[in-house]
């Protein structure tokens, strides 16, 4: 079947009337499955790509942590020039020394809810990073840091 939004609306008031709930599918804890279908099966991107929603899901300020080449002290600065809040900014070297074993890897995936990466290293970053950020589903999200309007890119 293919449904639109106010048809899946429509649906779910129907489905309301009976019960004490109130129609509110943003506050409601309910989990509703989309699927999306293509006329033309599109190429497989080899990494994530990022899908800018009108409403955002999960927290409204969401913890980001940025993985850039080094040296990383260059790229704070710039987030900070341009307004950006970034929780923390890790270089490639010190994601490799810093973050070998399992455990630290482990931490360093709860401690954050959404994961950077700059294009120019993200070849890279999949090794270093291991199989538990995939799996948690937070693999890293490319942006392009030497594109002049950051906040843009970023999407704040």
Same mark, same amino acid.
């Given at each position: 079947?293919? +449904?639109?939004? $106010?048809?899946? /609306?429509?649906? *779910? ?5 009976? !019960? ?10 309910? /989990? ?6 293509? @006329?033309?099966?599109?190429t497989k991107p080899k990494h994530p790509l990022r899908l800018t929603l009108t409403h955002?899901?999960?927290? =409204?300020?969401? !913890?980001?942590?940025?993985?850039? @080449? ?5 790229? /704070? ?7 950006? !809040?970034? =929780?923390?900014? &890790?270089?490639? %070297?010190?994601?490799? @020394? ?5 455990? =630290? /890897?482990?931490? +360093? ?6 994961? +950077? ?6 070849? &890279?970053?999949?090794?270093?990073? %291991?199989? *538990?950020? *995939?799996?948690? %589903? @937070?693999? $890293? ?6 594109? !002049? ?8």
């Amino acid at each position: 079947n293919r +449904l639109k939004v $106010p048809q899946i /609306k429509q649906w *779910y008031q129907r489905r309301v009337r009976g !019960s004490k709930q109130s129609f509110d599918l943003i506050n409601n804890d309910e /989990k509703v499955a989309i699927q999306v279908v293509f @006329k033309k099966v599109p190429t497989k991107p080899k990494h994530p790509l990022r899908l800018t929603l009108t409403h955002p899901m999960g927290s =409204a300020e969401p !913890s980001i942590c940025l993985i850039t @080449k080094d040296p990383q002290r260059q790229y /704070k600065d710039l987030m900070k020039s341009h307004g950006i !809040s970034v =929780a923390r900014v &890790i270089g490639i %070297g010190k994601l490799k @020394k810093k973050f070998k074993e399992l455990e =630290a /890897k482990r931490v +360093l995936c709860n401690s954050h809810d959404v994961f +950077l990466v700059d294009e120019r290293v993200l070849p &890279i970053v999949p090794r270093w990073l %291991g199989k *538990y950020f *995939y799996t948690k %589903g @937070k693999a $890293p999200i490319k942006v392009n840091l030497t594109k !002049s309007d950051l906040s843009k890119e970023m999407g704040e």
